[in-house]
């Protein structure tokens, strides 16, 4: 027994008679007799009492009826389901950005996003580089832009760029454009806590040259390191995407490190234990565009390609 058939008998009992299911078929009546005969053959039972006024389905031929449109709708269903796979993608998608990336990347995410998804929604969280990797972790956010790859085989890592890390003064301080990382020992700094992923890099590059900066201030707020180094508070060590505009404006003044220098890679990621939704690989996709665009463009001031 075969879908054509179950669509022929039930075309014959919704008809109530051969004749006219045949026609509605576009079926010769003989075949479609044909059909119906084989079908009572194969199953052992009679399916249609036959009468002047047309046929009717006996108890089998209605418990037939009954599983035949069940089966044909649900055909029809994955029919349509397959169908808008082609389509395009629809949901709600989480992202984790840390605070400066989301400076850079929110806005032109959006406007990609909706222009090319507009059945997809966004929902953009913003927090610190660790709180991104815990957020992904707990199942808060479906993809994440992390300045470390986690550890694990539950996480997928794609790298994307590295950026720059740049020593940051006040605007009337007097500087070289250069520095080594060994002129930072004993220098008076506004730097984030132990806890923050920048300031653990900082720790180990200086500890590795034996270099010991002198803690003016603990802050994890890049609004507010500016601002304290811009008072005079001390010099501090930030990306220089993060303070590009600042030192445009005048208002700070930034010092490329060298011998050796301060890069951190940035990377993207993803649950690899949860199955993505087209959602959500159209997003990373889109995501993935946008920051190499700006990579390429020159907007995100002081990166590289990874390497």
């Known amino acids: 027994m075969n879908l054509r058939q179950l669509r022929y008998f039930l075309a014959i009992t919704d008809r109530g008679s051969i004749t006219s299911a045949a026609e509605v078929l576009g079926v010769a009546q003989p075949a479609l007799s044909l059909h119906l005969k084989n079908m009572e053959a194969e ?17 089998a031929g209605r418990l037939l009826a009954s599983r035949a449109r069940s089966i044909l709708d649900d055909v029809a269903r994955m029919t349509d389901d397959i169908r808008t796979l082609e389509a395009a993608p629809t949901g709600t998608v989480r992202i984790g950005l840390p605070g400066t990336i989301a400076e850079l990347v929110a806005l032109p995410l959006i406007e990609a996003v909706h222009a090319q998804y507009p059945g997809v929604t966004l929902n953009i969280l913003e927090g610190m580089s660790g709180f991104v990797s815990d957020w992904l972790t707990e199942g808060r956010v479906d993809i994440g832009v992390l300045y470390s790859a986690p550890n694990g085989s539950d996480v997928t890592s794609q790298p994307l760029l590295d950026e720059e890390l740049v020593l940051i003064l006040a605007a009337d301080v007097d500087s070289p454009t250069e520095i080594s990382l060994s002129d930072l020992d004993a220098m008076k700094m506004v730097l984030p806590s132990p806890a923050h992923g920048l300031r653990a890099l900082i720790d180990l590059a200086l500890g590795e040259i034996g270099v010991t900066p002198q803690i003016a201030v603990e802050i994890d707020a890049y609004a507010s390191i500016k601002s304290l180094v811009s ?51 159209a997003v990373r996709d889109v995501l993935h565009s946008v920051i190499q665009k700006l990579l390429e463009d020159g907007h995100w001031t002081g990166a590289r390609p990874a390497g």
């Open 43 to 59: 199953l052992g039972t009679k399916l249609l009492e036959r009468h002047a006024a047309g046929v009717t389905p006996t108890e």
């Open 231 to 281: 008072s005079g508070y001390g010099a501090s060590i930030l990306p220089y995407h993060a303070v590009a505009r600042d030192v445009s404006h005048g208002r700070l003044k930034a010092v490329h490190v060298t011998t050796p220098g301060l890069w951190r890679r940035v990377h993207l990621v993803a649950q690899s234990n949860r199955p993505a939704t087209r959602a959500q690989t």
